[in-house]
């Protein structure tokens, strides 16, 4: 089975942090650049983060540069994404993708969500 599986979401207060992780079973992260998105209610999923495979080159949506990072472990097969200065506004269900590269055609593997509430 070659699958991504998220983790990490929850609910949290508007300012506060959560960390996200992506992590790959069956097969092994490290020549995939992986993406993050988002889809919230009402709205389109959008690309929030991308990260290159060696992890050289990232990018990031406008509405989260600055607060959020992402980064890999390739040893621990595991993409993640710090969020901090979380806003209602960041409320959605996070997914994690892999591909051969960010922005350069379509993803091969999806992760099922991890949901994200962001609410006082």
């Known amino acids: 089975q070659l699958q991504l599986v998220e983790s990490g979401g929850g609910l949290v207060q508007p300012g506060g942090s959560l960390r996200l992780s992506c992590a790959a079973s069956?097969?092994?992260?490290?020549?995939?650049?992986i993406g993050w998105f988002r889809q919230a209610p009402g709205k389109e999923r959008e690309e929030v983060s991308c990260?290159?495979?060696?992890?050289?080159?990232?990018n990031y949506v406008d509405s989260v540069k600055g607060r959020f990072t992402i980064s890999r472990d390739n040893a621990k097969n595991t993409v993640y994404l710090q969020m901090n200065s979380l806003e209602p506004e960041d409320t959605a269900v996070y997914y994690c993708?892999?591909?051969?590269?960010?922005?350069?055609?379509?993803?091969?593997?999806w992760g099922q969500g991890t949901q994200v509430t962001v609410s006082s």
């Open positions: 069956g097969f092994t992260l490290d020549y995939y650049a």
């Open positions: 993708a892999a591909g051969g590269g960010c922005h350069k055609g379509p993803y091969d593997y």
């Open positions: 990260i290159s495979s060696n992890g050289g080159s990232t």
